[in-house]
């Protein structure tokens, strides 16, 4: 049981390159999200999903995608990475109506 | 909107001295309370949680009270170690939200021997 995995751990880019940030989990949990942590605004919702087929918007959805095909997989997409763009992401999983949120190790982006 | 307020850090604290982090919040239905931890270089997990007006939440020697008249959920630990030395995250949530997670801006806390 790995629970929820992350690649690549890090990452530069450049301005204006794509690249997929991968999120997997396996717990069978419905419910999946990204975060980005930049220093002392804690963590800020960008995307969610609460099953196959079914994603929404956080707080801060500008320049991601997130699509969700299986249970198990929520890839994060940056069309045309933006120095903003520069954080660490996290994902995470959960079960309703557990309260637990379970978050991967995280992505350390950096847009040069 | 909901919204998480905690102390700034950095805390600095000698080891087996008397750890309080503050934790305010505002929340538009009835939130469910939390601490996460984040460790050096990993990803953040749960310290421990509340979900109704007086609970105490405990974990580890970490003990937060859900006091739904201050709006607060303060964290505290008797005797902190060096190992606890990590960012602590206090956070919300909302059932009927889907239990969307809310943070506040996390307090590091260093301890040294």
């Known amino acids: 049981n790995a629970g929820v995995t992350q690649t690549p751990k890090f990452q530069v880019l450049k301005t204006g390159q794509s690249m997929t940030l991968q999120c997997a989990q396996d717990?069978?949990?419905?419910?999946m999200s990204w975060y980005r942590q930049d220093p002392g605004m804690g963590l800020r919702l960008i995307h969610y999903?609460?099953?196959?087929?079914?994603?929404d918007q956080g707080e801060v959805p500008n320049g991601y995608n997130v699509s969700r095909s299986t249970t198990e997989d929520f890839p994060l997409r940056l069309l045309s990475a933006a120095p903003s763009q520069t954080s660490v992401y996290f994902c995470?999983?959960?079960?309703?109506?557990?309260?637990?949120?379970?978050f991967g190790p995280g992505t350390r982006l950096t847009v040069t | 909107g909901d919204s998480v307020t905690q102390m700034e850090g950095p805390v600095t604290l000698s080891e087996e001295a008397f750890l309080t982090i503050n934790c305010t919040y505002t929340?538009?239905?009835?939130?469910?309370l939390f601490w996460y931890v984040q460790y050096p270089g990993e990803g953040l997990q749960l310290l421990l949680k509340?979900?109704?007006?007086?609970d105490k939440g405990s974990n580890k020697g970490f003990e937060a009270t859900y006091r739904k008249e201050t709006t607060s959920f303060h964290l505290e630990k008797g005797s902190v170690q060096v190992s606890d030395s990590a960012v602590y995250f206090c956070?919300?949530?909302?059932?009927?939200?889907?239990?969307?997670?809310?943070f506040g801006g996390g307090t590091r806390l260093m301890v040294k021997p």
């Open positions: 509340a979900t109704k007006a007086d």
């Open positions: 717990m069978n949990h419905e419910y």
């Open positions: 956070a919300l949530s909302v059932n009927n939200a889907g239990n969307m997670l809310t």
């Open positions: 995470a999983s959960w079960r309703i109506p557990t309260d637990e949120q379970y």
């Open positions: 999903s609460v099953g196959a087929g079914i994603t």
């Open positions: 929340a538009t239905g009835y939130p469910s």
